[in-house]
């Protein structure tokens, strides 16, 4: 079956460390994203890339780092300088052509990371 | 600053009724709009797009779109409980050759049987 998964799907955490929350996808898109979700709000972007090495800072990437060295993958590390790391991370991936529909973003099911 | 904006709810609707749920857009250069749908705890999953001014069809749904205005709505017929979740509304835009959405902060629909 194609696409995204995220794990660990619970992630807990103790200030002042870095964790990684992993993101793979088989679905070939070029395109992937990481969005932040707090409680009553809606996605913010943290990161994105479109392509292999290549991938651009969201509206709210500080306290964060990714890399992408594999089409399938695209790992998000929350740094100790994020200061309020607690929230529910999503990944999603997309095509990049120019029609509308590949433009379609399609989700894991998301990793809720607590900061104890 | 691109926004977009949705009421936040909680929209209550009757089972068999009609639901609207409505979202303006800051960015009058948007091309293509989203809406997903989120059960509590859950990933967004799609329902429609639309990129056409007007109407478009699918099932229970109707999205509709009007760029003049920079509103888009959906419908859903024939409300059921199951389709009780946030939806959120997501616009695309281009910015240096890359794409993003922007996403609205979703609207709660509780429908009751």
């Known amino acids: 079956d194609g696409g995204i998964t995220q794990s660990p799907k619970y992630l807990f955490r103790k200030e002042g460390q870095n964790v990684t929350l992993s993101c793979e996808q088989n679905l070939n898109h070029d395109a992937m994203y990481w969005y932040r979700q707090d409680p009553g709000q809606g996605l913010r972007l943290i990161y994105y890339s479109q392509i292999v090495n290549d991938f651009q800072k969201g509206d709210i990437a500080e306290g964060y780092s990714v890399s992408r060295e594999k089409k399938e993958s695209f790992p998000l590390t929350v740094t100790s300088a994020q200061k309020n790391p607690t929230a529910f991370y999503l990944c999603a991936s997309s095509g990049t052509s120019g029609a509308a529909s590949y433009n379609e973003q399609f989700f894991g099911p998301g990793t809720r990371l607590t900061v104890l | 600053q691109k926004e977009v904006e949705q009421n936040s709810g909680p929209l209550s609707v009757p089972e068999g009724a009609i639901a609207s749920l409505n979202c303006t857009y800051s960015d009058r250069g948007s091309q293509s709009f989203f809406w997903y749908r989120q059960y509590s705890g859950k990933s967004p999953e799609l329902i429609m797009f639309?990129?056409?001014?007007g109407d478009k069809e699918d099932g229970r749904f109707t999205a509709q779109l009007n760029k003049a205005s920079q509103y888009v709505s959906l419908l859903i017929r024939d409300s059921q409980p199951s389709d009780s979740a946030t939806y959120l509304c997501?616009?695309?835009?281009?910015?240096?050759?890359?794409?993003?959405?922007?996403f609205g902060a979703g609207t709660r629909l509780a429908v009751h049987p």
């Open positions: 997501a616009v695309r835009y281009l910015t240096g050759g890359y794409n993003k959405l922007i």
């Open positions: 639309i990129y056409s001014n």
